[in-house]
């Protein structure tokens, strides 16, 4: 007798977040790739936030600390525009954790980290496109790209 499979929170949620920002099928593998890849890259954000509150004598991130570029923005404002972004804002909220050491955040600064986790959320569905713009389904392979393209810029 088999066990039932446990549903996986957001799963449904994070398939349509990546097929309506890129007309890509992921599945619950994916899941913990793109978590990961998140969590890395808003604790990237936020070490270069915090440097900068430092060098203007704060003690707490603002927002104006987040060192977000245009591209960045225009995808924020892209994941804002999607059907489902509130359901994914909200589990990006639960998911996205990491923060660097003695990083400390505004409320403002805290409330805004999902939705720019929802932009490189974006960026990166469009990062796959453009490295095969016939891809249907990512690979190990298609994530790693990704990631080293991100690791260059963010």
């Not at 104006?64 to 804002?80: M, N, S, T």
């Not at 999902?114 to 490189?120: D, L, M, Q, Y």
């Not at 990512?138 to 393209?149: D, G, I, L, N, Q």
Request: charged share 30%.
């Amino acid at each position: 007798m088999t066990t039932p499979a446990v549903p996986v929170p957001g799963v449904a949620q994070f398939e349509r977040f990546f097929r309506e920002a890129a007309s890509l099928d992921v599945d619950k593998d994916d899941l913990k790739r793109f978590v990961e890849f998140e969590n890395r890259k808003i604790y990237d954000l936020l070490l270069l936030a915090r440097a900068k509150a430092k060098a203007n004598d704060r003690g707490a991130v603002e927002p104006v600390d987040l060192p977000i570029a245009k591209g960045l923005q225009e995808c924020i404002h892209r994941f804002e525009a999607l059907e489902d972004a509130a359901d994914v804002e909200d589990l990006l909220a639960g998911l996205v954790r990491s923060r660097p050491p003695e990083a400390v955040l505004t409320e403002e600064t805290e409330a805004q980290l999902p939705r720019v986790a929802g932009g490189i959320g974006v960026a990166l569905a469009q990062t796959f496109r453009i490295i095969d713009s016939r891809l249907a389904n990512p690979s190990t392979e298609h994530w790693e790209r990704a990631f080293r393209v991100f690791d260059l810029l963010l």
